[in-house]
């Protein structure tokens, strides 16, 4: 609890730098005494997904930021009434944290449909070491539409800037967490919150995994899409679309190349 709180401060503060020197700290010892799968700190391909964590973060806001003011545009008389401020205080935080996991689950969801959105969700299945850094490989547009859907219901409604700064860091942190190489099951929670293994199914070849596991274990029960068999591991991760493995400029131009546009048929691995 007290390493989540320094880097949830490093990360409001801007020193990004610090806050994942931070989460080496914690995250690689526990990645070495409980690894799904034996491998190298020091992979293949860990220098291009730090470049994601250090370089998207600017991108991402500035991305997110136009994605949202463009989508707002005609709800804007919606905004204009501060719905959030005439509900009674102990409705607000339960209503925002509904509406996050709802949005992000079906931003997330889309993005495997929507064969365009695919060819920049790609970029983060192309991910076949999972580990806490690989949860970086995000194209900024992907990063961007998923983080704008999440987000736009509480900017409409009328939160303020620290609640859209409180569930960025929020989900960062679950997103390093859940894409950790680690064995542990989490009884108990691993129904309530996003487990390594819970999102282990989402990024596998295995077949029957295919578009499971969106976003919070209890939405996607609600919608059909949980998948999680008892004492199994998947086969392995990644994508059939041939995105590049370990070339962070190319990885930004792939849905823009003609390999990416001759997939778009494909909708999800």
Request: hydrophobic share 55%.
């Amino acid at each position: 609890m007290f390493a989540a709180a320094l880097v949830l401060a490093l990360l409001l503060r801007g020193n990004a730098v610090v806050a994942i020197a931070v989460l080496f700290l914690v995250f690689v010892p526990i990645e070495k005494l409980f690894a799904l799968r034996p491998q190298r700190v020091f992979r293949r391909g860990l220098l291009t997904d730090l470049t994601h964590l250090f370089v998207n973060n600017l991108l991402v806001t500035a991305a997110t930021i136009v994605l949202v003011v463009v989508a707002a545009l005609p709800l804007l008389w919606v905004r204009a009434y501060d719905v959030v401020s005439m509900l009674p205080a102990e409705v607000t935080i339960p209503l925002a944290v509904a509406l996050v996991f709802l949005g992000s689950y079906w931003g997330h969801r889309l993005t495997h449909q929507v064969p365009f959105l695919w060819r920049f969700h790609a970029v983060h299945h192309s991910i076949e070491q999972m580990d806490w850094v690989a949860s970086g490989r995000l194209h900024p547009f992907d990063s961007a539409f998923t983080q704008a859907v999440t987000v736009l219901p509480l900017f409409v409604l009328g939160y303020d800037a620290g609640v859209f700064a409180g569930v960025t860091v929020f989900v960062t942190l679950l997103a390093l967490f859940q894409h950790a190489n680690v064995r542990l099951r989490f009884p108990v929670v691993r129904w309530v919150v996003n487990t390594p293994e819970w999102h282990h199914w989402h990024h596998a070849l295995d077949e029957e995994a295919r578009d499971k596991n969106f976003g919070l274990p209890v939405v996607d029960k609600i919608f059909g899409t949980a998948y999680m068999p008892k004492g199994q591991r998947p086969v392995a991760f990644g994508t059939t679309t041939p995105v590049p493995q370990h070339d962070y400029l190319n990885q930004l131009r792939f849905p823009f190349t003609r390999a990416a546009r001759g997939q778009l048929a494909e909708i999800s691995n």
